[in-house]
């Protein structure tokens, strides 16, 4: 199973983009979803999360009011608004799911579907 991650490109700084990850096929569910990304030469890291429920979310203090996360549960799509876009938000922006709930929603090891990752890159 695998999530369906697009809507990257190359804008640049002080733009916007907004991500898109589609789950395959209106079965599937979730306990949470989020978001990931990994910069050249760098760790993945945690970029937001939303309880796919309740609705509640969390971000890296990095982006935190700049992106919002959100989720349209008709669509079963998971949604990432990026605004005020920098430099180094470039990376390869990953959707994730988890099939089980946990405490530590920022942690890559809780989700066990991913997407094949979309490329933001933001000149200066």
């Known amino acids: 199973v695998q999530l369906q991650a697009s809507g990257g490109g190359l804008v640049q700084a002080g733009g916007s983009l907004r991500l898109s990850c589609r789950a395959p096929?209106?079965?599937?569910?979730?306990?949470?979803r989020g978001w990931f990304r990994q910069a050249p030469g760098k760790d993945r890291e945690f970029v937001s999360f939303?309880?796919?429920?309740?609705?509640?979310?969390d971000y890296a203090d990095s982006v935190n009011g700049r992106f919002t996360i959100s989720r349209d549960i008709a669509e079963n799509t998971l949604y990432l608004q990026m605004n005020s876009l920098k430099p180094e938000d470039t990376a390869v922006y990953y959707c994730?799911?988890?099939?089980?709930?946990?405490?530590?929603?920022?942690?890559?090891?809780?989700?066990?579907?991913w997407g094949q990752g979309t490329e933001v890159t933001v000149s200066s």
């Open positions: 096929g209106q079965s599937f569910s979730s306990f949470f």
């Open positions: 939303i309880a796919w429920k309740s609705g509640i979310t």
């Open positions: 994730a799911a988890s099939d089980h709930p946990s405490f530590s929603k920022a942690s890559a090891e809780e989700y066990n579907y």
